[in-house]
């Protein structure tokens, strides 16, 4: 009888062990997807700006990574052969320009901020002070340079050939009465040459990384209904990308825009 008692013992612990071995155990819920989201930017104001809405698209599950450029080419070539999700460093005429000359599919979402390009000097405080045959430095690339040739215009140096637009170049110039002597240079270079020329037209984005504020140390500044608005750039065809959509909601948000008058006092101005 003890024998049997220890058999049934022996046979209900064997089964207890064989029920418990077979039992598994709940799966561990999936881990939430993170987007990751390239997007190319010049070092100020655009990188800045997009650290701002970093933290906001971490919370909608989107890992923005900023890859910085000093360049106005590098950016949309990316873009287009896709090692880029988007960019942000230009304007609508630079993007029309550059896309139809080199024939890529890239459009853009919103305009982000408008950056007033500047007249700035190290040797005169005020245009009057020019002299005849002062050097004047402009940047190179064909829209910038149209730009600041408009912005010499409107500051009374020289005057432009009628309807010449955001294509004007030098020898579009009809009237130079102080006969300036304008050099082309690339558009990061000019903050450098400040020493080596009277004055230069510099793009507010390295006017700034060069530590000059263009609402004090600008002698003369680009309206503020300038048409050049920046923009995020993209693929044609990717405008409904739900992680582009949500990229630029954030960059049209208040918080970018508080940031935007904050920051940059004038130098930058939403356009959103």
């Known amino acids: 009888m003890k024998k049997l008692f220890l058999v049934l013992i022996g046979i ?3 089964g207890l062990l064989v029920s418990g071995c077979g039992q598994k155990e709940a799966p561990a819920s999936p881990a939430a997807k993170t987007t990751v989201l390239k997007v190319g ?10 650290n701002v809405v970093k933290p906001i698209l971490a919370k909608e599950g989107i ?24 960019n942000f460093f230009q304007h609508i005429p630079y993007l029309n320009k550059f896309s139809t000359e080199r024939n890529l599919a890239l459009t853009y979402t919103a305009a982000i901020h408008i950056e007033p390009m500047g007249i700035y000097s190290k040797k005169i405080k005020n245009l009057n002070e020019l002299a005849t045959g002062a050097k004047v430095a402009i ?10 040739l408009a912005i010499l215009e409107k500051a009374g140096l020289i005057k432009l050939k009628d309807g010449v637009g955001v294509s004007a170049t030098v020898s579009d110039i009809v009237t130079n009465s102080k006969n300036i002597q304008i050099s082309e240079l690339e558009a990061p270079q000019l903050p450098r040459v400040l020493e080596d020329v009277t004055i230069a037209v510099i ?13 004090k140390d600008a002698l003369f500044l680009e309206p503020k209904d300038s ?6 750039t993209i693929r044609k065809g990717d405008e409904n990308r739900p992680e582009i ?10 918080e970018v825009k508080k940031f935007i008058n904050e920051k940059y006092q004038g130098a930058v101005i939403p356009a959103f």
């Open 12 to 14: 209900l612990s064997l």
């Open 203 to 215: 793009n507010t984005n390295y006017a700034l990384e060069a530590k000059l504020v263009p609402t």
């Open 63 to 86: 890992d923005l990574q900023i890859v910085e450029f000093t360049d106005y080419v590098k950016p949309n070539i990316a873009v287009a052969e896709k090692e880029l999700d988007a």
């Open 227 to 232: 048409p050049y608005a920046n923009i995020l």
């Open 245 to 254: 959509q949500k990229l630029t909601k954030a960059l049209t948000s208040d």
């Open 139 to 148: 940047p190179n690339d064909p829209t910038n340079g149209g730009r600041a």
């Open 41 to 50: 930017a010049t070092p100020v104001p655009h990188a800045e700006i997009l």
